[in-house]
């Protein structure tokens, strides 16, 4: 593969590492799309295989972190699963009223309102819902972690081949 095609891949795989913080771009699966493009019209070899499984594997941790991350925390505090299915439908529709920030003022908003309609008090639900965001951060993080990961296993693949 020339260079031109290797940068190729390597700005696809920095806009799906964007895509970890922006709501509806395919973060993770981007990078993972980019490594499988660059193992198909490169090649596997041995490196490659082994690299591919690695970024495969983080892929699956970096996705289920997200959500288990917040589910965890947000559970331990008490939040119902209801209330995190409505974060989820605000946060999608906070999204087209406010592009980009509108994701996350509408997931808080939605696990705040089904926690304040479920306990009945403000105090109560503010603390289920700061457990539940410290979760979503937690996650977010880690997914970015693994997206630096994916893409450092990716750049030591190019250059073992």
Known sequence: MDDSATALVFIVMVIGLAGTIVPLVPGLLLIWAAALGYGVLEGWGAAGVVAF???????????????VMAHRSGAAG?????????AAVFGFVGFFVIPFVGFVIGAVLGVLVAEYRRLGRWDAARHVTLLVVKGFGIGLLVEIACGLAMIMVWGGWVLVD
């Open 53 to 67: 499984a690695v970024i495969t594997g983080l892929l699956i941790v970096g996705m289920a972190a997200q959500y």
């Open 78 to 86: 008490g939040a119902a699963r209801s209330s995190l299915l409505l």
